[in-house]
């Protein structure tokens, strides 16, 4: 019997609703101990800024993945767009481009920084941080951050992709840094609703191996306007094939654990690695 696989989207820092999303799913007990057995779980990027707790969220996903590894589950964490901010102004600070825009610290403070995550950060967070993949396949499902193809611009494959991106971030390369930040703001790029090709996205999911995109950054209810009282669940767009699982937890919503469907195939796992 296949293992369950269950997403969850931008957590942006609030850990307490992290700990009940993960509680009811069955994934932890009441000692926030990993109690998921085989199963996977994984986090699609964004776990600081704009919340309370970033650095609370990080500790938890840095023990559980020891905890789900030792009980023959997996936790995997992706790489947002606020994860790379908040290295940049770590690494960078105050310092600022030739053209004398803004430095990355400025960029990181004006899209939700919170100090307690910059100020906390500690070697063994900062590797954590750095290590984080930006796309993994699970069976036929893509797993990333953000819905765009901005991934596209930096590899063909999945491992080149995470390759690429865990260069710029233990470099010193301001102009690679930026560039990256800049890509990863894009958005809506699948949306039909928003210029979006649903030819553009089938070609783009080919290019991984991947039948379908799973992802977050963009809150549900930013672009499904239609929707009435709490998001408790994911929103399918462009014919299927893409399903945003960002539930806007820094908005005030109750968020929501999404679970693959069962009868999805597993032949595995591609681009994980880390720690």
């Not at 290295?87 to 600022?96: K, M, Q």
Request: hydrophobic letters at 45%; aromatic letters at 10%; one cysteine or more.
């Amino acid at each position: 019997m296949t293992a369950p696989t269950f997403i969850i989207g931008d957590v942006h820092g609030q850990l307490d609703n992290f700990l009940r999303l993960l509680h009811e799913a069955g994934l932890i007990d009441s000692e926030q101990a990993w109690s998921g057995g085989g199963a996977r779980l994984y986090l699609l990027g964004d776990y600081v800024d704009r919340g309370p707790d970033g650095l609370g969220v990080i500790d938890l996903l840095m023990r559980l993945r020891v905890e789900a590894a030792t009980a023959g589950g997996r936790v995997e964490a992706l790489l947002g767009n606020h994860d790379v901010m908040l290295l940049a102004a770590y690494r960078f600070g105050d310092e600022r481009p030739p053209d004398g825009d803004l430095s990355f610290l400025d960029v990181w403070w004006r899209n939700g920084g919170r100090l307690r995550d910059l100020n906390g950060l500690t070697p063994e967070r900062l590797l954590w941080l750095a290590q984080r993949p930006a796309m993994v396949l699970v069976g036929d499902t893509l797993l990333q951050h953000a819905d765009s193809a901005f991934y596209a611009d930096y590899a063909s494959t999945i491992a080149e992709v995470n390759a690429a991106l865990a260069d710029i971030l233990v470099s010193d390369d301001y102009h690679a840094w930026a560039g990256l930040i800049v890509a990863f703001v894009r958005r809506m790029e699948f949306d039909e609703a928003n210029g979006g090709s649903l030819a553009d996205l089938r070609e783009y999911l080919r290019l991984y191996g991947a039948r379908r995109l799973i992802h977050g950054h963009t809150p549900i209810g930013y672009v499904a306007r239609d929707i009435r009282g709490p998001i408790t669940a994911p929103w399918s767009y462009a014919d299927g094939l893409c399903l945003n699982v960002d539930g806007g937890m820094f908005l005030g919503e109750p968020g929501f654990v999404y679970e693959l469907p069962t009868d999805a195939p597993d032949p595995g796992e591609v681009g994980s690695y880390g720690a």
